[in-house]
């Protein structure tokens, strides 16, 4: 049970450039989420999901987008990366029972 | 719209010794759950304690133990016997129990812990 995973931990993108944050969890949850960590705000919600084929928006959602295609893969894409991206991104699924949220280890995000 | 307040950005604790960390969060809701979320320097965000708002006992977890006010929308966290090992940020966070969809958390800005040897 390998809980959260994410990739990569580490990217470096220049300015325009696009990539995805890969999301998967193996428990099953419909629930799952995306975070962004910038220091001094704590952590805000970029787009969430409550099951394949729903995503809707967070307080954050400008520069990204979502798709939800299974239960376990929940990638999150930026379409042309800029420097206020830059940022520690998690991943978090939720038991629908317990509330209890489960994060991955997080990606850093530089945009130079 | 909730909001989770940590006022004190930075606390330090002697080894052994108790340190409280506080919240308070507003809310018109009457049926939600709260959490202390601990980040070490690795980053990985881990749950330390949860409470939900409906049960008036005080959860506790080994040497962490909350004490919540629902009516003054108040949430602290203590940890006795402080350990080197709870160096790290602490997250305060608040999230309204659904039937349906929107689970998600709203975090305060965290306060940072330091157990002196």
């Known amino acids: 049970n390998a809980g959260v995973t994410q990739t990569p931990k580490f990217q470096v993108l220049k300015t325009g450039q696009s990539m995805t944050l890969q999301c998967a969890q193996d428990m099953n949850h419909e629930y799952m989420s995306w975070y962004r960590q910038d220091p001094g705000m704590g952590l805000r919600l970029i787009h969430y999901s409550v099951g394949a084929g729903i995503t809707d928006q967070g307080e954050v959602p400008n520069g990204y987008n979502v798709s939800r295609s299974t239960t376990e893969d929940f990638p999150l894409r930026l379409l042309s990366a800029a420097p206020s991206q830059t940022s520690v991104y998690f991943c978090a699924s939720r038991d629908r029972d317990t509330y209890e949220q489960y994060f991955g280890p997080g990606t850093r995000l530089t945009v130079t | 719209a909730q909001t989770v307040t940590q006022s004190q950005p930075e606390m330090s604790v002697q080894e052994a010794e108790t340190v409280t960390l506080s919240c308070t969060y507003d809310?018109?809701?009457?049926?939600?759950?709260l959490f202390w979320y601990k980040q070490p320097p690795s980053r990985q965000m881990i749950l330390v304690i949860r409470q939900e708002a409906y049960k008036q006992q005080n959860a506790t977890e080994n040497r962490f133990s909350v004490n919540f006010q629902k009516a003054a929308k108040s949430f602290s966290l203590k940890i006795s016997d402080s350990q080197l090992g709870d160096t790290a940020m602490y997250f305060c966070a608040f999230m309204k129990v659904f039937t349906g969809a929107n689970s998600k958390l709203t975090f305060g800005k965290g306060i940072t812990l330091s157990v002196r040897p």
């Open positions: 809310t018109s809701e009457n049926n939600y759950y």
